[in-house]
């Protein structure tokens, strides 16, 4: 079952306060998943956290103080193009997500945008105890729900790093469409795209 919500989460296990969700999915079997805004004095800490380790090498933060993720999330925050998200699993913190308009940002220099594009980056934080398995592949799904809960989006972008097979994999068995590579000032990335009537064809 899936829902837009506005409800506040319950209390967060690190004490940060509750905040409004922009979307909310109940999936059988895994859990509640929601989608909060960022709060970049309170959340800067376990973004760091998150960035920092040698796993989220292709996120390009490895070597970030506290200080500078605090004020690149400030940044993002005072935009209206782009935005970003924890995701929680039944309150827990679980990944970063974040959204962005292709045309407002350097991507769009790199490949002819198209109407209702709609791009996002998406960081699993660290699992904590054993994996679980299919974990990955219902945060997807729920990340593909609220990009295409907003009828203007048309196709989801993403941009992982050209290096990472492990994400581009993922995103392949998730219905993603491999696009070309691009060089953009940070990273050599391969574009990817899912379309909303793509994802109605797979039901």
Request: net charge negative; with cysteine.
């Amino acid at each position: 079952m899936t829902s837009e919500s506005t409800a506040q989460s319950p209390a967060r296990q690190d004490g940060v306060r509750p905040r409004d969700a922009v979307f909310e999915q109940i999936v059988d079997g895994f859990g509640t998943v929601r989608i909060v805004p960022v709060d970049p004095a309170a959340d800067a800490g376990l973004i760091h956290g998150w960035v920092t380790e040698e796993r989220a090498r292709y996120w390009g933060m490895t070597d970030h103080s506290h200080e500078q993720v605090l004020e690149i999330y400030e940044y993002l925050d005072s935009l209206t193009t782009h935005h970003a998200y924890l995701v929680e699993r039944d309150g827990e913190p679980v990944a970063l997500f974040q959204t962005y308009e292709p045309e407002a940002d350097p991507v769009g220099e790199c490949y002819d945008v198209q109407p209702g594009d709609f791009g996002v980056h998406l960081l699993i934080c660290p699992a904590k105890g054993a994996p679980q398995r299919g974990f990955t592949g219902e945060l997807l799904g729920a990340f593909i729900a609220y990009a295409l809960a907003n009828p203007a989006h048309r196709r989801i972008v993403v941009e992982p790093d050209a290096r990472n097979t492990k994400a581009i994999e993922r995103m392949v068995r998730a219905g993603f469409v491999l696009g070309p590579e691009i060089d953009k000032p940070e990273k050599r990335a391969r574009l990817a795209f899912l379309s909303r009537d793509a994802m109605a064809r797979r039901g």
